[in-house]
């Protein structure tokens, strides 16, 4: 009687896995052409002799080692001349993503006793993992496991590209300063109040003495918060949840 709900827990775990996957497998070229040398046009000028020039005094030997990690593990050069310094935290998410992708595939071939999977790009190591999905379908924590995993790097990637961080609008009036402003961070599991002049009475919140700062509920607080605002608890819980189908919409 028991295998209906199992297969209910596991259906939206690996829906929204499979959602993140593609999600990732969207935008990780993306990020790569942030690090690909630009091209130029073939009705450019050729470009002049380059002559050896020494290293470029602003930039440190920490940013030579990486730029040189950089090429020799994912096949890329700073774009731009060489003495531009490399875009670190492009390439961080670049070396980070590619290692979950790595380690993801290989666990998710361990759990299901599977032969170690061969070695292969990110795109290819994500759409086998896709393709396991429905044979993960019988264990709920590889499941979870690969949909957290998926989130986590397709999160990564879309800050690395400069995408703002989704916002989602909450229902009800903040009990502070009673507008209608209170909106939900999915990424942050947070509800917060954007009214700029909004104070509240916490000796210890810095929206009483950072203008920048806003006032915000963390999710154990937002039973009480629902019950202060008029705000339905369900709709508040569903508006700050982190799903694929909010991000792949956008």
């Known amino acids: 009687m028991s295998a209906p709900n199992d297969a209910a827990k596991t259906a939206q775990p690996a829906r929204d896995a499979l959602l993140w996957i593609e999600l990732l497998l969207r935008q990780f070229p993306e990020l790569l052409a942030e690090l690909a040398p630009a091209h130029h046009s073939p009705s450019a000028p050729p470009p002049a002799a380059v002559r050896p020039t020494a290293p470029a005094p602003g930039r440190t030997r920490a940013e030579r080692e990486e730029a040189l990690r950089a090429e020799q593990l994912h096949g890329l050069t700073p774009s731009g001349p060489s003495t531009a310094p490399l875009r670190l935290h492009v390439s961080d998410a670049v070396r980070d993503i590619t290692d979950g992708v790595v380690e993801l595939d290989e666990a998710v071939h361990d759990r299901l006793r599977l032969p170690r999977p061969r070695r ?18 019988d264990d709920p924590l590889l499941v979870e496991h690969i949909r957290d995993e998926a989130r986590r790097m397709a999160r990564r990637c879309t800050r690395a590209l400069g995408a703002a961080e ?15 402003s209170l909106r939900a961070l999915p990424a942050r599991r947070a509800v917060l109040c954007v009214n700029p002049a909004c104070r509240c009475t916490d000796q210890d919140c810095d929206c009483r003495t950072d203008p920048a700062h806003r006032h915000a509920w963390g999710v154990g607080e937002w039973a009480r918060l629902a019950a202060e605002s008029g705000a339905d608890l369900a709709e508040l819980t569903g ?7 909010r991000e792949v919409r956008r």
């Open 120 to 137: 292969a790009q990110v795109a290819g190591r994500l759409l086998r993992v896709a393709a396991l999905l429905g044979r993960a379908a």
């Open 166 to 180: 989704p916002v989602v609008r909450v229902s009800g009036r903040c009990p502070w300063c009673d507008s209608v």
């Open 239 to 245: 508006s700050a949840t982190d799903t694929a189908d």
